[in-house]
């Protein structure tokens, strides 16, 4: 382990050596080692996140430690050199592929990792279904949409909703962007979608909240996932686009937008039953923030290089 003196962090960090020293004496430090009256700190420790950025905010105990660690990452990569460009939209572009494979494959879609890039290029793979090359396309689509409406400053509404909907279910022209007209079930899981003629209403009042929700940022994105796929207002395209606006949320916080793994859908589906059996969240919240972090810890590695 290599560390560095009060003064050094200090330095790095921007403020002055008696608030490192109290963040030393607070336990806001981990792996500080104290010689005498001096500390010796780890030399890849993040500055810890100013308190005052989470006043207003409601924080449950089980989630502080998680979510000081992500804006503790978040802060740091602000701090630093942002990526050029060019290297900028190579990541997006490695993310947009796997983001689509991922989330397409988790509904059913076959195409394979390399197939999907190649759907994306136009290609068409021999022996897979129009149905699994639209549906590339349509989540392709509709993630730019996403990105845009982040650029925008546009924010969640119903009708936004729909719209991305639209481009998911691009294959589906009478259903793509209208709320479903008959009662679904979800195969496998314990929760029950309310009729159609609760959506609306139910749809209206999940964005409503919106408003005056006073959660952290990662816990309010996945509540409001777990709602989402609750009320399943779509006749298909429902995980898609919720996943899809999951990120928008993120991404609106200013937090990368994750990529839930195809090989982890088995967790993926086992936090909506611990949601609507036992009422518990912290399953889907931690899974998000655990993906979040995963992100942020990718960007902090490539610009260390």
């Known amino acids: 382990m290599q560390y560095i003196t009060v003064k050094q962090a200090s330095e790095r960090w921007g403020i002055s050596d008696r608030r490192v020293r109290v963040l030393c004496v607070e336990g806001r430090i981990q792996g500080v080692v104290r010689k005498g009256r001096s500390y010796l700190i780890p030399k890849d420790t993040l500055k810890p996140i100013d308190g005052r950025s989470l006043r207003g905010k409601k924080i449950p105990e089980q989630y502080a430690v998680l979510f000081m660690s992500i804006d503790e990452m978040k802060a740091e990569l602000d701090r630093r050199h942002p990526l050029t460009s060019g290297e900028l939209k190579r990541l997006q572009d490695e993310f947009l592929v ?26 068409t793979i021999d022996q897979k279904p129009l149905k699994d090359h639209l549906e590339a396309v349509g989540h392709r689509d509709a993630f730019l949409y996403v990105r845009l409406l982040f650029r925008d400053k546009v924010p969640i509404s119903e009708r936004v909703i729909c719209e991305i909907h639209s481009l998911v279910l691009m294959n589906r022209p009478e259903d793509k962007g209208v709320y479903r007209r008959i009662p679904v079930k979800i195969i496998g899981a314990h929760h029950q979608p309310p009729q159609p003629y609760l959506v609306p209403v139910q749809m209206e009042q999940l964005i409503a909240d919106l408003s005056h929700d006073n959660r952290h940022a990662i816990e309010m994105a996945a509540l409001f996932h777990l709602n989402f796929e609750g009320i399943h207002p779509f006749i298909d395209g429902n995980g898609r686009t919720g996943r899809l606006i999951l990120n928008l949320m993120l991404m609106q916080a200013g937090y990368p937008p994750i990529d839930v793994k195809f090989a982890d859908r088995r967790k993926y589906y086992a936090c909506f039953d611990s949601y609507y059996q036992d009422n518990d969240p912290s399953s889907m919240v931690n899974m998000v923030g655990q993906y979040v972090k995963e992100r942020l810890s990718q960007y902090l590695s490539l610009l260390q290089n």
Request: glycine letters at 8%; proline letters at 0%.
């Open 98 to 123: 796997e983001f689509t494979y991922n989330s397409n494959a988790i509904e059913g879609n076959t195409l394979t990792l390399q197939e999907t890039a190649l759907a994306l290029e136009g290609v």
